[in-house]
């Protein structure tokens, strides 16, 4: 095969040593897709007189490979993969071939070297060295005038970075992340064409000047834990949108000025020793998301400055006063009412009290999602009524809380789990969802009984899809249709859904429910109720809780709560049923269990209008509908007085 050009491997696996290939070879492929994970049962062991001048491609990933011999004069060589080849020691003199323009050395975990001649490859445009993790020397000066993307990522023994030679407008991505970089030279300033730098996971101590580098527009540093210093120059870079210190524990200087106008995401979270936020310099109209959650930071920016901000998150900040606007700043008020239509604000354990929540109301109109949780409230302040916007309040976690006065109209959803001295529950609001009071222990009978009575007496309309959980030990006396034991069964094909061994040999709840309706009664939903036990064992299938009406995949109540439970609760979901499920002359509902279930015991209530009367609850155990009737499987005892009233 002494005329060989091209010899390419697609599906093919071999084993064994390759001891000789012919130097009219053009185009050089081992790297099927077999062999990338049946890799090294090939050793590519090429004579000292190989010399493929006309080679353009020699790609060989995951091979056994030593060393590269005849690769010194491949002066038409433009792709060189060996990515994987793990006994590789040391990249060669390729100064012979200047013009590749993609090398792969990607994963070569005992890679030790790379040549200084491969920093001054004209035509070079992808560099990949990522998770080399041996590499100790690189090319100590680089002058890649092509090069786009360079990437280091997980060099873990390569500390130090190469110094730029002369402008390198290509480079628009470099990667230096996991690795063992402690600092950037000056000259990186000559990367002005740099976009993109991420160094999360790196030992880099301070980011330097970048103002040389005018068009980066993301800077990921996460995890950066021996990070100091961050240049004030990154404060201006006009063209910089994403900016990332996520846990740079050690960061006691960032920008002491802000500016960057392109700014849409701020993450400064986990910056446990940075103690104050940098001066904003004028409106940043890009800024969306701003998180200084965990931080040092004891001062919160006035949201004035960022007009489209709507994910605000300060949770876990030792604030002095969220009313202080930056810098003793005044802010007017036709600055404040520009803000986002839509904002979302994280305070959670940021120690507030009632004292410290003196934020004007017009500033708050825009808010939609408010996060107070594990704060010192002892009643929520009467300002948060006037939060007209408002669709979602997190007060979980307040130990001292203990009233809310009345709620925004348009609150969804309202979360007060572990508000453990809790004794009253607020009016709830037409609109609202979701309420959630895991292990409100202060909570009396009397005042569960006030919040059943105000469902009863709720317009049902707007109470559609309402999902409510509170401490207690059985379904509501007034559902029609209750049961304590579930029926074994064997797997269905209903509910092949999971295709999970854990309903295996399980268990359900069956409710055969006649709908033999009043003259004037119409069916509009039903209303399910279960009773949750408290355990130690739980997995991601009890999340939901699969519920069937008339053999239709219907309900998917979310039961993660249950992790937290410490005592027995109640939970209450509603259903509204369409036209065709109202149909027939009965309605079936299955509550199908896992092996780890939660669900102690469960209830149906139907949900019925009259034709004279406003939606509400049916508070009479469905009179038209006969007696309670055991579901299938069950040993309930029926209502004893109900039967007497019968009778």
Known sequence: MVNLEFFINRNAHFSGQVDYLPNSLRWIEFSGRFNIDQKHTYVLNLPSNFHPRQLVKFDVSSNGIRQLKGCKNLAKLTWMNLSGCEFLEKIP????????????????????????????????????????????????????????????????????????????????????????????PSSIAYLTGLESLYANGCELQKIPDLSGCPNIERMELRNCTSLVEVDDSVGFLDKLKWMDLTRCSKLTRFVTRLGSRSLSSLDLEGCRRLESFPEIEGKMESLWHLNIEESGIRELPSIAYFPRLWDFRANGCELQNIQLPPFAKEVKFDEVSSCSTKLQLWLEGCNLSESDFLVPLDCWSTLTSLNLSRNNFVCLPDCISKVVNLKTLFLSGCKRLREIPVLPSKLKGLYLDDCTSLEKIPELPPRLKNLSLCNCSRLSGDEVAKLENKWLNEEIYLRSKLRIIYPGNEVPKWFSYTSNHPTTIQPLPMYEYYRDELF?????????????LQVGETLLGLALSFVLEPSTCYSHYTDYQCILINGELRVQPYLSDCEILKATHVMVALVCLGEQEQQGDTCQVVFPLTKRSPIKSCGVHCLLRNQDELLHFSQRPTSSLGKRPHPRGSSDIVDDEYDQQQQ
Do not use: Q, Y
């Open 93 to 184: 003199d390729l100064s012979g071939s200047p013009n590749i323009k993609h090398l792969n050395l990607s994963k070569c975990k005992n890679l030790v070297e790379v040549d200084d001649s491969v920093g001054f490859l004209d035509e070079l445009v992808k560099l990949d060295l990522s998770w080399c993790s041996n590499l100790t020397r690189f090319a100590t000066r680089l002058g890649l005038r092509s090069l786009e993307e360079l990437d280091l990522d997980g060099c873990k023994r390569l500390e130090r970075f190469p110094e730029i030679e002369d402008k390198m407008k290509s480079l628009a991505s470099l990667n230096i992340g996991e690795s063992g970089i402690r600092e950037l």
């Open 504 to 516: 295996i040999g399980g268990s359900e709840f069956r409710f055969e429910i006649p709908l033999k």
